[in-house]
């Protein structure tokens, strides 16, 4: 099973770029899957996560409004489409998927994940 996420770069204050996470090995429709930051000197922490079970997705309260989180069944690809970035923003993004079926905010967004993407970085600059 693998991960690979793609779209980070440098990032100009307000941008809008679009991270992907393409799956091989298994079908994303069957997993709970989120996408993680962690930026330098912080822990990493939820960003928008989706679940297996009903298709919800949930978003952290910083990126609420600003962020959304896609899936295409077809390219076995998730998406997470940024905008209206902030420096703040800037950080290392993964993708991770699970096989059990974690069904709400606090089971997507702390339970344990067990494969993880390579990450990609995204800097915002000011």
């Known amino acids: 099973l693998q991960l690979v996420e793609s779209g980070g770069g440098l990032v100009q204050y307000g941008g809008s770029p679009r991270l992907s996470c393409a799956a091989s090995g298994f079908t994303v429709d069957d997993y709970s899957i989120c996408w993680f930051r962690q930026a330098p000197g912080r822990e990493r922490e939820g960003v928008s996560c989706i679940s297996s079970r009903d298709d919800s997705i949930y978003y952290a309260e910083s990126v609420k409004g600003r962020f959304s989180m896609s899936r295409d069944s077809a390219k076995n690809t998730v998406y997470l489409q940024m905008n209206s970035l902030k420096p703040e923003d800037t950080a290392v993004y993964y993708c991770?998927?699970?096989?059990?079926?974690?069904?709400?905010?606090?089971?997507?967004?702390?339970?344990?994940?067990?494969?993880w993407g390579q990450g990609t970085q995204v800097t915002v600059s000011s």
């Open positions: 991770a998927a699970d096989h059990r079926e974690y069904t709400d905010y606090n089971d997507l967004f702390f339970s344990p994940y067990d494969y």
